[in-house]
């Protein structure tokens, strides 16, 4: 299997700080992508990274990729309620990880 | 926006029964997905679809088969289901590398 891990597996915050969550992953990628699923429903895309790429904005989200090691990492800067949900990552579209699950204390 | 419909949120089945999961996608995109969902375990591909009457397994087809007649239909079917099938299946479909999901059907098997 070319499941990923995502680290750690639960994370719990108050509301206003950062979340960091991070993936690694086993083989040579074409690009990452990560998803958030709030509890019981579908995944929704966030962000996907191509491999030739190390770090990639959009609006509070910021992924960074380093191929080199097989990781990357999801930063969810001034964390809101409402970001409390499970986020997964992807690799090349079909392999997901395990998933970390955030909670955020308002 | 696309959407992902799959037939049923939630599904009782009994041991050995011939079960159907249905899903329909609206922006014509040409992959389709299924993954069963388990925790501690994250989504695992059983099948996937490129085209119409076009199949390939993933990592966990066992047990499992798909029926791809039409491009927005992607069907899922325990052929004789199992208590161990009790899942969260997810469809997703795409046209390039993102993929968009539907809500899930919560399936247990007694």
């Known amino acids: 299997s070319q499941q990923g891990e995502e680290d750690p597996q639960a994370l719990s915050i108050q509301e206003g700080e950062n979340a960091t969550m991070n993936c690694s992953y086993k083989?040579?990628?074409?690009?990452l992508q990560w998803y958030r699923q709030n509890s019981g429903r579908g995944l929704v895309h966030l962000i996907l990274?191509?491999?030739?790429?190390r770090e990639k904005h959009s609006g509070r989200l910021r992924v960074t990729l380093d191929t080199s090691k097989k990781s990357s990492s999801l930063l969810i800067t001034a964390s809101r309620a409402a970001d409390t949900a499970s986020y997964f990552c992807?690799?090349?579209?079909?392999?997901f990880g395990t998933g970390t699950s955030l909670t955020v204390i308002p | 926006d696309v959407k992902v419909t799959q037939s049923s949120r939630y599904l009782v089945k009994r041991t050995g029964e011939k079960v159907f999961l249905e899903c329909v996608q609206d922006?014509?995109?040409?992959?389709m997905f299924w993954y069963r969902q388990d925790p501690g375990l994250g989504l695992r591909l059983i099948y996937f679809?490129?085209?119409?009457?076009?199949?390939e397994k993933g990592d966990i087809p066992e047990g499992y088969s798909v029926s791809r007649e039409k491009k927005e239909r992607f069907s899922l079917i325990l052929e004789s289901a199992s208590t161990n099938q009790t899942s969260m299946y997810l469809c997703?479909?795409?046209?390039?590398?993102?993929?968009?999901f539907g809500p899930g059907t919560r399936l247990l098997v007694l």
């Open positions: 997703a479909s795409s046209r390039q590398e993102t993929q968009y």
């Open positions: 083989t040579s990628i074409n690009n």
């Open positions: 990274i191509r491999s030739n790429e």
């Open positions: 992807a690799e090349d579209q079909f392999y």
């Open positions: 922006m014509d995109h040409e992959n």
């Open positions: 679809s490129y085209d119409v009457k076009m199949k």
